[in-house]
């Protein structure tokens, strides 16, 4: 029997499909992360923006393209937000929402419709088997800030957090090359009253590269930045969510800081870590955003010196408080998000361009067109000619942009 469990979304929704895929091994199945000929699917599906929900609905029609009589398992945020879209799609057998993902494996010769309430606690899964170089460790779950755009607190439900010693064994027992730590809000962490930087310390522990998931601004702070320094291999990458430049904006977004405080963070970044990767999250076209607004979100891209930003198009979302307020014309939501396109391939290019020369550690990912790929720690994409992976980290020394990212030479 061959399954595919297939993810749409979020980093933590892959660390879930990825406990799934361990739990189908388990059990003597063939499994694929990638659309391809199977027996069952398992759907794993976002609803961040109407455009992830629609892309979750039409996962029905690809699949029967694959296999017109193949069985398929539908569960995520976009099933718990409606489940009824995906009961009516053909070859539906089951259906499960965010929670209890644990138990699908139990679901698959079952039928119906599967939503267990929400929960206080961490449901731990089964220790992930990823079919990818990087592994993705989920640490807490849930949400509690209400971002005024977010539906993810009304499908994910309450922040909750893990135990750290579940964490340090899962790593151990996986034996990653690299653990991405990673949560629906991950800067949220708090177990029993220890918060993200003393994980952080207790990670100490661990023989592989930590990287982490997003993470918000109150988490920035000495403390935090100390603990990652004290790692045996910390990736020097920091994805800080931004959504807006303006503070007025951000005030009607139900963020809690300023610009100022978010400009202020990222130095505090670069003076424990001077070359460390920054991206970001930009919202282009919030309801309340003026054109005025919007160039305050240029010049703090400009002031930070992002390695990259992910720009999107405010997406309104039905049961969130910024449903109640006037949406903007598509056509300016769209110029604002070209002319972020536009500023994305200028950071990154200059990020890039201040990296030549300059070392950095290298995971190997996959071969194509006779390179291998993979990620600096700052998360630069790496082209290496005639490498010969030994499945380490390499040091390697950054040479001249290339696609999207830079070749480089190994020196070690």
Do not use: W
């Not at 388990?26 to 923006?49: F, H, M, Q």
């Not at 539906?92 to 119906?112: M, P, R, W």
Request: net charge positive; glycine share 6%.
């Amino acid at each position: 029997m061959k399954a595919v469990v297939f993810t749409l979304g979020c980093k933590v929704n892959e660390c879930e499909s990825d406990s799934l895929i361990s739990g189908l091994m388990e059990k003597g199945y063939e499994v694929s992360d990638r659309l391809c000929p199977a027996d069952i699917y398992i759907v794993n599906t976002c609803a961040v923006t109407a455009e992830a929900e629609k892309k979750s609905r039409q996962m029905s029609s690809r699949i029967k393209k694959l296999n017109p009589k193949a069985k398929i398992i539908f569960t995520g945020c976009a099933a718990q937000k409606n489940y009824k879209a995906f009961t009516d799609k053909p070859n539906t057998q089951v259906v499960t929402g965010t929670f209890s993902k644990n138990k699908i494996l139990d679901l698959l010769d079952g039928e119906g419709v599967f939503l267990s309430p929400p929960v206080n606690e961490f449901e731990e899964l089964l220790p992930v088997k990823s079919l990818k170089t990087r592994t993705y460790v989920k640490v807490q779950d849930g949400c509690n800030n209400f971002c005024s755009y977010c539906i993810v607190p009304y499908l994910r439900g309450r922040s909750r957090s893990r135990n750290p010693q579940s964490v340090i064994e899962e790593i151990r027992e996986v034996k990653p090359k690299e653990a991405v730590i990673n949560g629906i809000n991950l800067s949220a962490y708090d177990y029993n009253g220890e918060g993200l930087t003393g994980l952080m310390r207790k990670l100490k522990e661990v023989d592989c590269r930590i990287r982490l998931g997003s993470l918000e601004v109150n988490v920035i702070d000495e403390k935090f930045l100390s603990a990652l320094k004290e790692l045996k291999d910390f990736a020097p990458h920091f994805h800080l969510s931004l959504q807006s430049g303006s503070d007025r904006v951000l005030k009607s977004m139900n963020r809690h800081y300023t610009a100022e405080e978010y400009l202020s963070k990222t130095r505090l970044i670069r003076g424990y870590f001077p070359d460390a990767g920054i991206t970001t999250d930009i919202i282009a076209g919030f309801p309340t955003e003026t054109d005025e607004d919007f160039n305050k979100t240029l010049e703090l891209v400009d002031q930070v010196q992002f390695s990259d930003i992910h720009p999107f198009t405010f997406s309104m979302r039905s049961g969130t408080k910024a449903f109640e307020l006037k949406d903007l014309p598509p056509e300016i939501k769209k110029q604002r998000l070209e002319k972020l396109l536009e500023k994305k391939e200028q950071v990154k290019s200059a990020f890039i361009n201040n990296q030549l020369g300059k070392c950095e550690r290298f995971l190997f990912e996959e071969t194509n067109d006779g390179y291998s790929e993979g990620y600096s720690g700052n998360y630069i994409r790496l082209y290496i000619k005639e490498f010969k992976d030994n499945g380490k980290i390499r040091n390697v020394r950054i040479i001249a942009p290339y696609r999207d990212g830079a070749t480089a030479l190994v020196i070690d």
